[in-house]
């Protein structure tokens, strides 16, 4: 069963859709398959990308792209990316990592925010704004000849994982590059990301990072 077969198999199933077992089993098949596919991982910070990483990397070369112009004020912006380096550069990765700083600049997430600022957290304006980073996701992965793309996000208790991986889904089709499912908030992910962050010494913002947000 290839790729498409089994998002098939799991779109025709009733009930929850699981993201993590479909994922268990696109990895089981590239297990068997013998090969190590390539993946875009969006990161929108380092604690959660900690736990994503320890798990990814034993499947899949990962070139993560921090791209969050939603991030303000501009200091805050810069202390996640420095974070997230340092994980990189401490953590040890079964495949290769590779770190992509995108383009800052917050204007993009307040043009988009326009007639949003009073949404409530998780609403309308968090679901334009995970679209912008996915979308920016898939673009990079295709510039870059690779397979796969997904987000960090789904990690957060917060953030809506089938939301995540429907803009995903919808996403692909324009770019011809792979949405890869995800749900890393399940088998204790983000129980793991707290006790890296500890281990790593990592900075653990209390906002998601727009200023609407606090």
Request: glycine content about 6%; hydrophobic content about 25%; proline content about 5%.
């Given at each position: 069963?290839?790729?498409?077969?089994?998002?098939?198999?799991h779109?025709?199933?009733?009930?929850?859709h699981?993201?993590?077992?479909?994922l268990d089993?696109?990895?089981?098949?590239?297990?068997?398959?013998?090969?190590?596919?390539?993946?875009l991982?969006?990161?929108?910070?380092?604690?959660?990308?900690?736990?994503?990483?320890?798990?990814?990397?034993?499947?899949?070369?990962?070139?993560?792209?921090?791209y969050?112009?939603?991030i303000?004020?501009?200091?805050?912006?810069?202390?996640r990316?420095?974070e997230?380096?340092?994980?990189?550069?401490?953590?040890?990765?079964?495949?290769?990592?590779?770190?992509?700083?995108?383009?800052?600049?917050?204007n993009e997430?307040?043009?988009m925010a326009?007639g949003?600022?009073?949404?409530?957290?998780?609403?309308?304006?968090c679901f334009?704004?995970?679209?912008?980073r996915?979308?920016?996701?898939?673009?990079?992965?295709?510039d870059?000849g690779?397979?796969?793309?997904?987000t960090t996000?789904?990690?957060?208790?917060?953030?809506?994982?089938q939301?995540?991986?429907e803009?995903?889904e919808?996403?692909?089709?324009?770019?011809?590059?792979?949405?890869?499912p995800?749900?890393?908030k399940?088998?204790?992910?983000?129980?793991r990301?707290?006790?890296?962050?500890?281990?790593?010494?990592?900075?653990?913002?209390?906002y998601?990072?727009?200023v609407?947000?606090?």
């Amino acid at each position: 069963m290839n790729d498409e077969g089994l998002r098939k198999k799991h779109r025709n199933q009733k009930g929850a859709h699981n993201y993590q077992r479909e994922l268990d089993e696109y990895i089981d098949l590239s297990q068997k398959e013998g090969v190590v596919p390539t993946l875009l991982l969006h990161s929108c910070c380092a604690p959660c990308s900690s736990y994503v990483l320890e798990y990814m990397t034993n499947y899949f070369d990962i070139t993560i792209l921090y791209y969050n112009p939603n991030i303000y004020p501009p200091e805050e912006y810069d202390k996640r990316v420095c974070e997230l380096r340092k994980l990189t550069e401490n953590m040890p990765m079964k495949h290769r990592v590779k770190l992509i700083e995108g383009r800052y600049d917050p204007n993009e997430f307040f043009e988009m925010a326009k007639g949003l600022e009073k949404e409530p957290e998780g609403g309308k304006r968090c679901f334009k704004c995970y679209e912008m980073r996915l979308r920016e996701a898939a673009k990079y992965a295709k510039d870059l000849g690779l397979e796969y793309f997904t987000t960090t996000l789904t990690i957060s208790p917060l953030k809506s994982s089938q939301k995540l991986n429907e803009i995903a889904e919808s996403i692909e089709k324009e770019y011809g590059v792979k949405a890869l499912p995800s749900d890393f908030k399940k088998k204790e992910g983000y129980k793991r990301s707290i006790e890296l962050s500890k281990e790593y010494n990592l900075y653990r913002q209390d906002y998601c990072g727009c200023v609407y947000s606090h």
